[in-house]
């Protein structure tokens, strides 16, 4: 979704007490009015209620679509007005996405933008002050998702129960995923900074893509296609057989045994749950793929006739890659062990003798974010495993 959607640059600068026009004094937010306060109009909550009755998470589903996401601030108190809590993020007078010329926002200094730091997936700022260090994310929803394995689980279970029919995939992604999850406009302002060796800036309305929390919040919406696909169902050889969906953040697997009409009825059920759930701007038909028995997902090449798996050379060359520059460290910090458990996931799926060791490593990490520490020094232990 266009950043220009959510505000007009004109109407960012209206809203300068110092413009000397005649125009209102707040513009409008996104679109947003008393008699409809969403700043997504693709988010539809009565679609919601009527559509997924039974998603345990509806009514957030519903309370964000309506009113946006308000972040889990770490001392909520501490903010007054439209300012948040961290001193680099002084924000902007309607907490609206836009991007401005550098030049522009010197001569109106009535709007607050943040310092010139790069923007980067970490929302950077001094030691202590970014958005992730002033937002919890353990208040945050849950971004769990589905075990990599569930997908061999399935196709092991098909075989099992339908022998001798062939058993297809296809594979869906979310346009534009995280975009479609609005910041409330008073919060919105702290989402922001300027581009280096550039004279623009840019505020964010979006649960943007590096912050902590961002992965929950998307999920309460990524989770509800999810639901609609698994509550559907179809006539499979004289029974009800329920649609199965595999889902990890906004990549889509489904795998469906090929009887009578199943596939076609399970490809409509999930466009019509993305179309539900985020709009048609959810929806990107080169996100899509066709049916196939031989496919690519989450990292993973999959042969269903030969029962194959494979993990691609990339992926191999990069854990080798993490792996001894890891190893080089005499200090674990928090993102590195997130770094080496994020590309150690496939073995934690599929080759079981290494669990035990990556058990270790994600206890570890556990402990640092209970204890909210910056990291670890790298113990003997510790380096044995990775070895």
């Not at 007490?17 to 109009?41: A, E, H």
């Amino acid at each position: 979704m266009s950043v220009f959607r959510f505000l007009r640059f004109t109407e960012f600068f209206v809203a300068s007490p110092r413009c000397d026009t005649n125009l209102p004094s707040t513009p409008p937010r996104c679109g947003q009015t008393l008699s409809d306060p969403r700043p997504n109009k693709a988010l539809r909550p009565w679609l919601y209620r009527a559509h997924l009755a039974s998603y345990p998470d509806l009514d957030l589903l519903c309370l964000i679509a309506t009113h946006s996401v308000i972040p889990p601030w770490k001392d909520p108190s501490s903010r007054f007005g439209l300012r948040p809590v961290p001193a680099n993020y002084i924000g902007v007078i309607t907490g609206a996405t836009v991007v401005t010329d550098k030049l522009l926002a010197d001569y109106y200094k009535a709007v607050a933008l943040s310092p010139p730091w790069p923007l980067s997936n970490v929302i950077p700022g001094p030691d202590g002050q970014s958005i992730n260090a002033q937002t919890s994310s353990e208040d945050a929803p849950d971004a769990s998702w589905d075990p990599f394995v569930s997908i061999a689980r399935r196709i092991r279970d098909l075989q099992r129960r339908y022998p001798g029919y062939a058993i297809y995939a296809m594979i869906a992604d979310i346009a534009d995923a995280f975009h479609h999850v609005p910041i409330h406009a008073d919060h919105a302002s702290a989402f922001g900074g300027r581009l280096p060796r550039t004279s623009h800036g840019i505020v964010s309305g979006m649960a943007v893509f590096g912050w902590t929390s961002s992965p929950g919040f998307f999920a309460v919406f990524g989770k509800a296609v999810r639901h609609y696909q698994r509550t559907g169902h179809s006539i499979v050889l004289g029974n009800t057989e329920p649609f199965w969906s595999f889902q990890w953040v906004d990549d889509i697997v489904l795998i469906e045994v090929d009887l009578g009409d199943r596939l076609m009825r399970a490809e409509k059920r999930l466009r019509d749950g993305v179309k539900l759930v985020f709009g048609s701007e959810g929806w990107h038909e080169g996100k899509f793929t066709t049916w196939s028995r031989v496919f690519h997902a989450v990292g993973i090449d999959w042969n269903i006739p030969e029962s194959r798996i494979t993990v691609p050379q990339r992926k191999m060359d990069k854990l080798k890659s993490v792996l001894s520059e890891t190893l080089k460290k005499s200090f674990l910090s928090k993102k590195r062990l997130d770094s080496v458990i994020g590309v150690l996931r496939h073995l934690i799926s599929f080759v079981p003798v290494t669990k035990p060791f990556i058990q270790r490593l994600t206890a570890v990490q556990n402990r640092c974010r209970m204890l909210k520490k910056n990291g670890v020094p790298m113990a003997s232990f510790l380096r044995k495993d990775l070895e």
